[in-house]
């Protein structure tokens, strides 16, 4: 069975009371519903089926099928938790997805029209499906909806009604990740820990799913203190080895790898994601996985690995040159062009595929700062200033914004916002932002932090710059050169031209050379670029 039919069965179960008669083990449950089925005891493959939701899925999908087509059409309708099911069946065979489609539609068409006699658990385990197949075929925000109705019929239950649904850890974890790629970010976590609330007072190890990805999205988000506690939780005997490493696990696994990324031990976080048992070509959360992967090989010194192998995923996926999938990796595609150099590539990148948002102005202000126009990198920085953005991020821009600062001469700006990078660094356990500057830039920040009273971020981690060193595109001129030295003391092209004897006007097109040959637009950036690259060394002495 692929992860694509997994990813509908692990997190969607059953619920109890099959009625008396009805079989109690999953492999008597198939070997019966035929029977039920052609004698027209629909009532009863219904509660069958309800009952063995996941494990029926999981194992015995093709069996399933065979069974319930033989369902007129016009019974079909009158049972959509049946039909809902059917249409999984067929989503798992690839030249059949229009008739699972056609399946889908009829059952949700139930569900949504309040007919009194569908079951209320029925209903909610078909939304949750809907919300579901929407995300396996690349229309996340359209699961958001039938995702909230569910858990909002979930929530209106009685704690009887809700003791009759046999995984509903499982239901409250399929809802939450509907809700996490619709980006719906506050209703899956709130989903993810009523799963978990539920498993926990039932100490059902049904559950384990929301607890990963609440350990996964906290760390990617870099909530590392509270990823790390159920990190920690994961690892109570209550849940199995195959839970940590199967379909439901991924995100504790992701969890665990970036938890040592930020250690920089890209060894033990290799060896976590190596312990996945997934396939990338079918599973819905590839783009995590790899994005992942990409960082592993990066703080690995290998750049290059990380990328091709970051293309070789997105290319085996039907939607992998989607602009939505092109737009979630380019962040990742563009700090791995400028750790092999390539900042043009990184520019295009961004350009091309990064949504409008935070994310994109952060990845451009690297880019501007590998180019040497710590001016311009400064200015998209000003372009999420206020926003509300993760840890993460918030760090992965104070050290920008700082390495920006601390190229051009001491102010108490650059002092503050070093200041403030220190005590976030030591709040949150996140380093790695360190390393995706230059290296000149990482040494000036560690001086800087060390000074501060941040040695402590270093200490036990082998934390280094991942990037490329950059070095000046074109050599100035003799003459370009002593202009450029007078720019350090003077402010406008007047006292230049005073200075070296010269018109004003020669002035203003030695500066427009120099600015366009260092890639900068102002003196600021001017002045930066030239300490930065010791282009001024000789003749300082």
């Known amino acids: 069975m692929s992860d694509r039919h997994d990813d509908l069965a692990d997190d969607v179960d059953v619920h ?58 016009a019974a079909l309708r009158d049972h959509p938790l049946l039909t809902m099911m059917l249409g999984i069946c067929y989503n798992g065979v690839p030249h059949k997805r229009a008739r699972a489609l056609r399946y889908f539609a009829t059952a949700v068409r139930a569900a949504r029209s309040g007919r009194p006699a569908l079951d209320a658990v029925d209903r909610a385990l078909i939304l949750v499906s809907e919300s579901a197949v929407y995300r396996l075929v690349g229309r996340p925000a359209m699961g958001v909806k039938p995702a909230r109705s569910a858990i909002r019929i979930l929530d209106g239950m009685s704690s009887a009604e809700l003791e009759a649904v046999s995984s509903l850890p499982r239901v409250y974890s399929q809802a939450g990740v509907s809700l996490y790629y619709g980006g719906d970010l506050n209703g899956a976590l709130a989903a993810f820990e009523s799963g978990l609330a539920e498993s926990m007072d039932k100490r059902s190890s049904d559950g384990f799913g929301n607890l990963a990805m609440l350990a996964g999205i906290r760390a990617l988000r870099g909530e590392l203190h509270e990823a790390r506690v159920y990190i920690e939780l994961a690892h109570s005997p209550e849940w199995s080895d195959d839970q940590r490493s199967m379909y439901t696990g991924t995100f504790y696994r992701i969890a665990e790898a970036i938890s ?24 819905e959360h590839w783009i995590t996985i790899a994005t992942t992967e990409a960082l592993a090989a990066l703080l690995s010194g290998r750049p290059g690995e990380g990328l091709s192998r970051l293309d070789a995923v997105a290319a085996s996926r039907s939607e992998g040159r989607s602009a939505a999938a092109r737009g979630r990796l380019s962040a990742t595609r563009a700090l791995l062009q400028l750790a092999l150099g390539a900042r043009d590539a990184a520019g295009v990148i961004l350009h091309r595929d990064a949504p409008p948002g935070p994310d994109r102005h952060i990845a451009q202000a690297r880019v501007e700062l590998v180019a040497g126009r710590s001016g311009s990198a400064l200015r998209e920085l000003g372009k999420v200033a206020g926003d509300d953005l993760p840890p993460r991020a918030v760090a992965e821009a104070m050290t920008i914004e700082a390495a920006a600062l601390l190229r051009l001469p001491s102010s108490v700006r650059s002092t503050g916002v070093v200041e403030h990078l220190g005590s976030l660094l030591e709040h949150t356990g996140l380093r790695m932002p360190l390393a995706l500057v230059p290296p000149a830039d990482f040494g000036r920040l560690r001086a800087a932090l060390v000074e501060q009273g941040f040695g402590g971020v270093f200490e036990g981690r082998d934390i280094r710059s991942v990037l490329a060193e950059t070095t000046p595109a074109t050599i100035l001129s003799e003459r370009e050169q002593v202009v450029l030295a007078a720019l350090l003391r003077h402010s406008s092209p007047t006292g230049i031209a005073a200075e070296l004897v010269v018109s004003v006007n020669t002035v203003k097109t030695q500066l427009r050379s120099i600015y366009r040959k260092l890639g900068v637009s102002s003196r600021d950036e001017a002045i930066a670029v030239a300490l930065d690259r010791h282009l001024l060394a000789d003749r300082d002495g």
């Open 16 to 73: 109890r009371g099959s009625g008396p008669g009805l079989p109690d083990e999953v492999d008597d449950a198939v070997a019966a519903l035929p029977s039920l089925i052609s004698r027209g005891d629909l009532a009863a493959a219904n509660a069958l089926v309800r009952r063995f939701w996941f494990e029926l899925l999981r194992s015995h999908g093709d069996e399933l099928r065979v069974a319930l087509d033989a369902i007129p059409a």
């Open 260 to 283: 040592a990324l930020e250690e920089f031990d890209p060894v033990a976080a290799r060896a976590h994601l190596s312990a996945m048992v997934n396939d990338s070509r079918t599973i």
